[in-house]
């Protein structure tokens, strides 16, 4: 009876160290865990039913730079890629005031209202490079579109990130298209950068052009042009209607010296004026129209297959750039070669081959 008084005591009174103590910290660190897994598989689950908020969260996640979340966020885009690649993709790019926004809550509002598509936009705003900052007031521009119960608009800052997109813009798609949104439409930062990353993201590349501002030769310099698969000259209305007809027909003529796309579709030129709701349906025309025959020809498949080869080496380039900067021993060596480069001890060149090689020897 006394021993069983005191075995009573003992489990009532058991010390931290104790073997019970320790296998109930195992169990509640088992179960905290697996309330993580457990949190990763309902946010799956909610993007999977189309909620914006749980979208919203699930984007949030895939743009962290943590990388204590980086399994979280591989679980995430394995989850939702069986649920991809069934959507339009559109970049939409042009330089700052031609109207990018007004256009796209135009044509947004159209899609869904005429043609009952679900429409996702990824809008990057350019990034300062003195303060790092960005605005990301595209839901206040589009204030009709967010309304919309099937539109869905997130802004995401380009960071250093080059080609007018954000690093994350890719697996943002992936989580879009798995929550249902078939038509997915990416504004760029149109500031000038190379639209390659645009270019090998979509499957149809618009470009918005002024009239009468000099865009005409400045777009046919830039090179640009040989990647558009329709240019649109937008705000075509009032006084700059003649203007935007004269743009028209000189780009028309300018498209003429480009060879022929590897998708056998001749680049189409088209007026607008999202502010009245002008040209909309004839621009949705073209592009289902493109869709239609790249699909029947199979480059629309091809282009996709080609795009994930271009992807699966970025990641790789991303993952190596990552690893390097994130070495303790590489983050001491590198402020020990910048100094010496301001001391003229070094040649930037003798630098980073002393860093290369210190990083193999990690």
């Known amino acids: ?5 005191n075995k009573s005591a003992l489990s009532e009174n058991e010390s931290p160290s104790t073997p019970n103590s320790i296998g109930q910290k195992s169990a509640e660190k088992i179960k905290a865990l697996r309330k993580k897994k457990l949190d990763i598989d309902q946010l799956l689950q909610n993007i999977l039913n189309g909620n914006k908020t749980a979208l919203s969260r699930g984007i949030t996640l ?20 069986p649920h991809a690649n069934q959507s339009v993709r559109i970049g939409i790019t042009g330089v700052p005031g031609v109207g990018k926004s007004t256009f796209i809550e135009a044509f947004g509002n159209y899609l869904i209202e005429k043609h009952g598509k679900k429409v996702a936009v990824l809008a990057v705003d350019p ?3 003195i303060s790092h900052g960005s605005i990301l007031g595209d839901k206040t521009r589009m204030e009709e579109l ?3 119960e099937d539109a869905f608009i997130r802004p995401t800052a380009s960071g250093d990130s080059l080609g007018g997109v954000a690093q994350k813009t890719r697996e943002s798609i992936i989580l ?10 990416i504004e760029t930062v149109g500031v000038g950068q190379s639209e390659t990353m645009v270019h090998s993201m979509t499957d149809f590349f618009l470009l918005l052009k002024l009239a009468g501002a000099g865009d005409e030769l400045q777009g046919i310099k830039r090179g640009i042009m040989e990647m558009a698969d329709s240019i649109i000259i ?3 209305d009032g006084e700059n209607k003649r203007p935007a007809e004269r743009a028209k027909s000189e780009f028309r003529k300018a498209l003429h010296l480009y060879p022929i796309k590897n998708s056998e579709w001749k680049p189409k030129v088209l007026l607008s004026s999202a502010l009245h709701n002008q040209g909309i349906d004839e621009i949705w025309e073209m592009i289902e129209s493109y869709v239609s025959s790249t699909q029947a020809n199979h480059y629309f498949y091809d282009n996709r297959k ?8 970025q990641t790789i380039n991303e993952h190596l750039k ?10 001491i060596a590198l402020q020990q070669q910048l100094t010496a480069i301001e001391n003229n001890k070094t040649t930037p060149f003798e630098a980073a081959s002393y860093l290369l090689n210190k990083a193999k020897e990690l």
Do not use: R
């Open 322 to 331: 990552s690893n390097f900067y994130s070495q303790p021993e590489i983050k």
């Open 127 to 129: 990034t300062s490079s």
């Open 62 to 81: 895939v743009e962290s730079k943590n990388v204590k979340h980086n399994d979280q966020v591989n679980t995430l885009i394995e989850g939702c890629l």
């Open 176 to 185: 879009c298209e798995a929550a249902g949104f078939d038509t997915i439409l």
């Open 1 to 5: 009876m006394a021993a069983a008084k």
């Open 306 to 313: 080609e795009q994930n080869k271009f992807w699966l080496l």
């Open 146 to 148: 967010v309304k919309q």
């Open 234 to 236: 937008n705000k075509a």
